[in-house]
């Protein structure tokens, strides 16, 4: 069953039940988007046609619409060319979009705790835009040593729900903007019985004093060599500091990783945090759970790769790109929310182990057929992504390491640009320097 007459094609199969209907009618009643008079593109099936662009990343808005109507068999539904879709795109615009992700933004309903927080990560990321002369009177390149990149970027910057990995809150712009200034942004969704977990990058004092403010604790990495002097030292190793107003915990620890059963890697870290009971948080369990930071990079990380597949963005125009990140996020949230509910019937499988991989191709699949669009008599807490996950759950997580090495390094030459690239004869001179008088670096 889908929507009725023009409608129809306006649906994300099963993850409508995630974004009904009548939630994207009402942020197109909110944000005064509705359409004028009821045409072969109402409001509310472009903003699903967005949402299905970001399942099918690979594919233009025309393909997205075929597999949009391909499950509509017997119903009449209209075929609009590209100029028609674009038109349509940027008659909604993006503040329904960004609504939207505002509404269903934010912890799973079930979302586990650790000694009663919810344990939540906050990092950036960089994501490539079409080099157009639009996109770049807002985004600019990242300048280097051999030229700077070929496409423009844009900073995205997000608090993600660790183990279940939902999008409590994000914010984007060009990356002229340091992670650390798009923080105080975030800081709104930040509640008591929370407990932040960053890098060393927002290891800022003033940072550190919001997040206090807003009720959230904190667990940052810091540099070792930050000078914290102790007021208060506990049995476990860890001591009181002050770091500017805020009164915080320091832990230091030093990690090794043994391979094989020998020594491979031995690493110093300090930690800061605001959960200064040592007697219910002791410094072991902080720098054990310290480990959960990561879970926002494998977020990017289906993000950027399983659901792009590391392609660039597709609009051409800074307020395309701005409305097609906020559709991009809004389908990740509706795919991990989908997951979790999954997850939470059976309490042998912890959120961590569910496939994005399965959940983001059967979501597919339901598009296509435009499946369980509405929700039956019976109502089904699982659904068809949800019996996917569970039936080939990951297996339990190993303890591994990797090589933060470049596997597929890029050309250190300039893809596109005001680059003469004539061969020209050429007169090579070359001068021997003396030796200085002081001694070389080691």
């Known amino acids: 069953m889908v929507a009725g007459g023009r409608f129809a094609p306006g649906h994300l199969g099963e993850l409508t039940q995630v974004v009904p209907f009548e939630m994207v009618d009402d942020v197109l009643e909110t944000t005064g988007a509705v359409q004028a008079r009821i ?11 967005l949402l299905a662009a970001g399942l099918f990343a690979e594919c233009g808005y025309r393909q997205v619409w075929a597999r949009l109507t391909s499950g509509l068999d017997g119903l009449a539904v209209a075929d609009p060319t590209s ?18 992700f505002a509404l269903i933004a934010g912890p799973a309903a079930a979302a586990a705790r650790w000694r009663g927080l919810l344990v939540c990560a906050i990092d950036g990321t960089i994501m490539s835009v079409p080099d157009s002369p639009a996109n770049l009177t807002v985004y600019s390149r990242q300048t280097g040593s051999h030229g700077g990149s ?24 060009t990356i002229d903007i340091a992670e650390i200034r798009y923080a105080p942004q975030l800081f709104r969704c930040l509640r008591p019985g929370m407990l932040l977990l960053a890098d060393r990058n927002f290891a800022v004092k003033d940072l550190a004093e919001q997040i206090h403010k807003s009720g959230a604790d904190l667990l940052i990495r810091c540099k070792t060599s930050r000078n914290l002097p102790a007021i208060r030292r506990y049995r476990d190793g860890s001591w009181l500091a002050l770091l500017g107003t805020l009164t915080v915990r320091v832990i230091d620890a030093e990690i090794t990783v043994n391979t094989d059963g020998q020594p491979h890697h031995t690493g110093h870290y300090r930690l800061i945090t605001t959960l200064t009971d040592h007697h219910r ?9 310290y480990h959960q930071r990561w879970e926002i990079e494998t977020s990017f990380l289906e993000l950027k790769s399983t659901t792009l597949g590391g392609r660039v963005l597709r609009a051409r125009t800074p307020t395309g790109i701005t409305q097609e990140v906020y559709a991009l996020l809004t389908t990740y949230q509706a795919l991990r929310l989908a997951m ?22 059967t979501a597919r699949d339901q598009v296509i057929h435009a499946a369980a669009v509405i929700a039956g008599t019976v109502i089904d807490l699982i659904g068809a992504i949800g019996r996917a996950i569970l039936r080939d759950p990951q297996p339990q997580r190993r303890t591994r390491i990797s090589p933060r090495v470049v596997k597929r390094a890029i050309s250190k030459h300039r893809a596109k640009g005001d680059i003469d690239r004539t061969n020209h004869q050429a007169t090579i001179t070359i001068t021997i320097t003396t030796q200085s008088t002081t001694s070389p670096e080691p």
Not at 39 to 49: C, G, K, T, W
Not at 151 to 163: E, K, S
Not at 343 to 359: E, L, Q, V
């Open 39 to 49: 045409r072969d593109l109402p409001s509310r099936v472009v903003v699903y046609l």
């Open 83 to 100: 100029s028609a879709l674009a038109q349509a795109r940027r008659r909604v615009g993006v503040k329904p979009l960004a609504a939207l």
């Open 150 to 173: 070929g496409y423009p970027l844009l900073r995205l910057v997000a608090i993600v729900a660790c183990g279940s990995r939902t999008v409590i809150d994000a914010v984007f712009g």
């Open 281 to 289: 948080f002791s410094a072991l369990d902080l720098i054990t759970l």
């Open 340 to 361: 979790t509910d999954a997850t939470d019937t059976d309490p042998h499988i912890d959120p961590d182990r569910a496939s994005f991989t399965i959940a983001l191709n």
